[in-house]
């Protein structure tokens, strides 16, 4: 120890005082550095000052580098903190909230070979990049999600997680920069984020700058009953508060919910401590959101007695009050039919003697034959103004090897996904927030291994509910060594979309069993039986507009300026399909993904008719059939009257007399 000050050249007996000094944080931070000499690594100066000033004064630094100004008031200079307030501030923030207010130029596309029963389902997996689709979905989802749960990255210094979330940019800048692909075409861990280590002089500011635009937007699409619950651990978790604080106002706080994730003690920690916890936040949009509660028992109800008020239970009498805080409170109670005196408790009775009178006149006071026994009331299950309780914020319903057993149970005992989340532990928010009279909407934009569809399937399937789930997954590149990459599964996405498949199947197969065991016999078609529950899934992916894109023009390019003009003409992009578009314009209309497409006369007709999308052809005949449909408004492209001025002429003015907005494009 003395060596060690004598290195740094303090005198030890001198600050015995400064408790920063013998910490051993700093001790350890500063023999790695005298390691690292010893190993031949050359440290530059100002690197062995700053040690030995964290030594001393470890709280004036913030994300590895020195704020002056806490370094002058912890010196006892007269100083006055620049903007003083109660704010959550961090490198970057002010870049973040551009990038959550840039518009997105993305759109989403339908994979139907990808997906089970299209037309039927309603439940979405979405592959791609979870900031854009989000911005994607703000005007068709806008105030419609009852539930959202994530589980994002925890930033343990190991996780890659850093977003480019730079969209305002050519497309071809912006395939060099986040594009890179392998040989098949799929994303490449590097292309898409990088690794945030501890070592990185921006290691908070880096994840909130993440996790910021994402839970802003998150919150446009949660209805004003909704609620929004967050994973995170204790590497984060401060943050996070503070971060949803701001977002979601400290006033819509619900719960800081403690998951024990660990059956077994951890021994590997060398600090002692077996971390066996984890947390999930819990926010509402407004104060209209509750939890439902637990359930409360009901078993202890009986009517032992045939009390015409029904059933009832025993309940405690004893207030919590002395003699000195309630003295009306503290009095000898007798039952009237026997003349029993029973003694006043140290904390007197729960009612005063009007009310207790009461509730003897009611016959709901049970007097035990014994005199130094305690008098019960009768508490009617029929005076229950809710069958809930409290919902306890220690959450202890599944573990994580549950989580891992349930994926090696579907993926044939192979284990392709780390750290998933038990379905479970979601099935208990999902009981909390969501009802199984109304189709709610789920939404999870860090979807992993599809743990909440499972959840939402598997909820369904056991009390007839109707949730919807819309999942959000990022086509991450599996390890090429790992199992997953040599079972065929190159992304993450294609491990969550297999899982909802397995699970589907496996539900179906489970619902036919049950209606056969229902019917007792064995002589009819099982899919005409079953219980109805939707397992299948439609899948759509992120993808660049149909739509040609205007770019702003710098200088004085005539050419480039010709070329954005020509948008006006044919503003389809080349690689654009007939039924990309029509799910783009739906999206663009506020419509959503699950809305009832019907091809019919030349045109699509959206929810019988809301809208019409006419992008095919354009004649007299179609622009009838089209305003026989009624439609409230019809989208058409520009072009299909091309050289057909007399046509659009006329439409315009039939559409106008129908009392149809139309619109062109």
């Known amino acids: 120890m003395h060596e060690w000050a004598e290195v740094k050249g303090i005198d030890l007996k001198k600050n015995r005082q400064q408790e920063a000094l013998r910490t051993e944080s700093s001790i350890f931070e500063f023999l790695k550095m005298m390691m ?50 109660y704010v959550l501030n961090w490198a970057g923030k002010s870049e973040a909230f551009r990038v959550m207010q840039t518009p997105g130029t993305k759109t989403l596309i339908p ?56 969209f305002a940019e050519s497309k071809e800048a912006y395939q060099k920069r986040v594009g890179d692909k392998d040989e098949e075409g799929y994303l490449t861990r590097d292309g898409m984020f990088r690794k945030n280590s501890k070592e990185n002089g921006q290691y908070h500011s880096n994840w909130l700058n ?23 651990d204790d590497n984060e978790v401060h943050n996070l508060r503070l971060l949803m604080n701001e977002i979601f106002g400290e006033e819509n706080f619900i719960a ?13 920690a060398k600090n002692g ?43 405690n009498m004893v207030g ?41 006149d009611k016959n709901e006071v049970i007097f035990p034959k014994n005199p130094d026994g305690r008098p019960r009331r009768k508490k009617f299950l029929k005076d229950l103004v809710s069958e809930f309780t409290g919902f306890s914020t220690v959450l202890q319903t599944a573990f994580n090897t549950q989580a891992t057993r349930e994926l090696r149970d579907l993926f044939d005992d192979k284990e392709y996904f780390d750290f998933p989340k038990p379905k479970d532990l979601i099935k208990l928010l999902l009981s909390q927030t969501t009802d199984t009279d109304e189709p709610s909407i789920i939404l999870d934009f860090f979807s992993g291994s599809a743990t909440t569809a499972h959840a939402v399937m598997d909820l369904n399937k056991a009390d007839g509910g109707r949730r919807k789930y819309i999942c959000v997954q990022l086509p991450e590149a599996t390890d090429e060594k790992s199992e997953a990459w040599k ?140 305003i026989n449909i009624k439609p409230l408004k019809v989208v058409a492209l520009d072009k299909l009257f091309m050289g057909n001025d007399q046509l659009k002429t006329n439409t315009v003015l039939q559409m106008k007399d129908a009392g149809i907005e139309f619109k062109t494009i």
């Open 36 to 85: 690292q000499l010893m190993e031949g690594y050359s440290l530059r100066p100002e690197k062995m000052k700053q040690a030995q000033l964290r030594a001393l004064f470890p709280e004036v630094f913030s994300e590895g580098k020195i704020d002056w100004e806490k370094l002058k008031a912890t010196l006892g200079e007269d100083i006055t903190f620049s903007n003083e307030r």
């Open 111 to 166: 994979a139907k070979d990808e997906s089970s029963d299209f037309d039927e389902t309603e439940h979405i997996f979405i592959e791609g990049e979870n900031l854009e689709v989000l911005k994607v979905l703000q005007k068709s989802y806008f105030n419609k999600v009852k539930m959202i749960y994530i589980d994002p990255p925890y930033n343990t210094g190991n996780d890659s997680f850093i977003y480019p979330d730079k």
């Open 210 to 232: 993440m996790m910021f635009p994402r839970l802003f937007l998150a919150r446009n699409l949660l209805r004003d009953d909704g609620i929004i619950f967050v994973s995170i």
């Open 256 to 268: 800081d919910f403690i998951w024990k994730r660990r059956q077994n003690v951890d021994s590997r």
């Open 273 to 315: 401590a077996s971390v066996d916890h984890e947390y999930v936040i819990a926010y509402k949009k407004s104060e209209i959101a509750t939890l439902r509660g637990a359930e409360k028992d009901l078993d202890k109800y009986s009517n032992p007695d045939n009390d015409p008020k029904g059933d009832w239970m025993s309940d």
């Open 320 to 360: 919590l009050a002395t003699r000195e805080q309630r003295p009306n409170l503290h009095y000898e109670l007798v039952n009237p039919k026997t003349g029993i005196s029973y003694n006043c408790p140290p904390t007197g009775w729960r009612y005063e003697p009007k009310r207790m009178k009461d509730l003897i």
């Open 487 to 626: 079972a065929g599964y190159r992304t993450i996405a294609d491990i969550a979309k297999e899982r909802i498949r397995r699970v589907g199947g496996r539900l179906q197969d489970e619902m036919h069993a049950e209606a056969l065991k229902k019917q007792g016999q064995f002589d009819f078609e099982p899919e005409a039986k079953a219980k109805k529950a939707d397992v299948g899934f439609k899948v759509f992916k992120l993808a660049d507009s149909n739509f040609k894109q205007w770019q702003q023009i710098s200088g004085k390019d005539a050419a480039a300026l010709e070329a954005q003009m020509k948008l006006f003409v044919d503003p389809v992009a080349e690689n654009a399909t007939v039924e990309n578009m029509v799910y783009e314009l739906l999206l663009k209309s506020g419509k959503d993904l699950n809305s009832k497409i019907e091809k019919t006369q030349g045109c699509f007709v959206v929810n019988e008719n809301e809208i019409v999308f006419m992008l095919d052809e354009a004649t007299q005949e179609i622009v009838e059939a089209v």
